[in-house]
């Protein structure tokens, strides 16, 4: 069973605080997407990764997917308030038609100002 | 603009009465999936449609069932909810299709529905 273990499961911080998110796995997984989540919302996307090494820039947002493809990272530069939310990441497998995800639990980041 | 529609928002139904939610979209994707979420948990996959094949979980229970009349809709039909079915349940879909080199698995959510049973 793959499994995608992310940490910290809580982060508070305060606004313009740098901070990482991890996403860990022992299994390899053919992409990674990272979502945002707020209250009462479905997750929206972020990014997707599929290379292993692969870094992509969002704004603040900087998402990296291991060289091995069994890890991600999320860093956040300067957080702001508008960053709270919940943050999932999510591996696919190619290979299938069907794209079945497997969701880490998530990390639930919240900025104050 | 709007990609993956959920219908309704909101939706407040009494222990044992039947229910239906509703998920449209205009990605024109093979694959509906549904979820349920529960307060500050990840997503757990109910059941999934590519096309017209249905896909069941292994642990999702009876009383869950699913319909997906065309490309476009697909319904989550609750039979009998009890209390702990109250949840947000997401609507997903992805591209699919085999021996496509862009395929990514990228799921694309509509905005959810959030149940309450009375």
């Known amino acids: 069973t793959q499994l995608l273990e992310q940490s910290p499961q809580f982060l508070s911080i305060q606004e313009g605080e740098n901070l990482t998110v991890y996403c860990n796995s022992s299994?390899?997984?053919?992409?990674l997407q990272w979502y945002r989540q707020e209250p009462g919302e479905g997750p929206v996307l972020l990014v997707t990764?599929?290379?292993?090494?692969e870094v992509k820039k969002l704004k603040r947002l900087t998402f990296q997917f291991g060289d091995a493809r069994k890890d991600s990272s999320l860093h956040i530069t300067a957080a702001q308030p508008g960053d709270t939310g919940l943050y999932l990441c999510?591996?696919?497998?190619?290979?299938?038609?069907?794209?079945?995800?497997?969701f880490g639990k998530g990390t639930k980041l919240s900025v104050k100002p | 603009d709007a990609m993956v529609i959920q219908n309704p928002r909101y939706q407040v139904t009494q222990f044992g009465k039947p229910v239906t939610l509703s998920c449209s979209q205009t990605?024109?994707?093979?694959?509906m999936y549904w979820y349920q979420q529960k307060s500050s948990q990840a997503p757990k996959l109910l059941f999934h449609?590519?096309?017209?094949?249905?896909?069941n979980e292994a642990d999702t229970p009876d009383n869950f069932q699913s319909r997906r009349p065309n490309t476009s809709f697909c319904f989550l039909d609750i039979r009998s909810p009890g209390l702990g079915d109250a949840a947000m349940y997401l609507c997903?879909?992805?591209?699919?299709?085999?021996?496509?080199?862009?395929?990514?698995?990228?799921?694309?959510f509509g905005p959810g529905t959030r149940l309450t049973v009375l």
């Open positions: 997903a879909t992805s591209r699919g299709g085999l021996g496509d080199t862009l395929f990514t698995d990228t799921q694309y």
């Open positions: 299994s390899v997984f053919s992409s």
């Open positions: 990764v599929v290379t292993g090494g």
């Open positions: 999510a591996g696919g497998n190619y290979g299938g038609s069907q794209g079945n995800l497997i």
């Open positions: 990605l024109n994707h093979n694959v």
């Open positions: 449609y590519y096309d017209k094949d249905f896909n």
